[in-house]
């Protein structure tokens, strides 16, 4: 009898080291790791606060390319993690709306946002994509090109360098634009080509 109450007692205390063990990290103090939410297009975001208005609600009110260009100078800012992360390929672009809540992005996600803003304030734009095809190492770079007054304009923001950035023209051609993107780019490259994304 004195064995069972042994074994019983023994038993007992087994029971209650092992709740003690398990319930114990319970009671010490939790650190939570919170991940940014990733979608298909790797968003990422410098920690600017995002936009309490929507990027419908904003561009409503906009009347021209200037408003464009005012909201690309003031809020839009160079996405450096996805710039490095994607130098040597191009990633799949931001949606407008993606870009205009992060206000951050690289040189896809501006024209995607430049191009298809300027074509829904006026469509008589015919704003485009147009590929920069820059040489000694394979080396694309995407800027938004669009017409006013009968002359090309050429949008160039989300590049770390601050010699092509902004709004450039008028221009006659595309020539005319490679000419300065190989006179002012800081690296000096050599434009192979400059076409019009179909």
């Not at 968003?43 to 929507?54: A, K």
């Amino acid at each position: 009898m004195k064995k069972k109450e042994h074994y019983f007692g023994l038993a007992l205390i087994v029971l209650a080291l092992l709740f003690h063990l398990l319930t114990l990290p319970g009671c010490a103090p939790t650190k939570v790791k919170t991940y940014p939410r990733e979608t298909r297009t790797g968003i990422t975001s410098p920690g600017s606060p995002f936009e309490r208005r929507t990027y419908a609600e904003a561009i409503s009110k906009w009347k021209s390319h200037q408003d464009v260009v005012k909201w690309m100078e003031r809020d839009f800012s160079l996405d450096m993690e996805r710039y490095k992360r994607f130098k040597e390929r191009s990633p799949i672009p931001r949606t407008p709306e993606e870009t205009f809540q992060l206000k951050s992005g690289i040189y896809i996600d501006a024209v995607e946002f430049s191009k298809k803003t300027l074509n829904q304030i006026n469509p008589s734009y015919r704003a485009q994509t147009v590929v920069v095809l820059v040489r000694p190492n394979v080396f694309n770079h995407y800027v938004c090109a669009f017409i006013k007054d009968g002359k090309l304009f050429i949008l160039d923001y989300g590049t770390p360098h601050k010699a092509i950035t902004g709004v450039h023209g008028p221009y006659d051609s595309l020539d005319e634009y490679k000419s300065f993107y190989e006179k002012h780019h800081p690296e000096k490259r050599r434009v192979e080509g400059i076409v019009f994304l179909q």
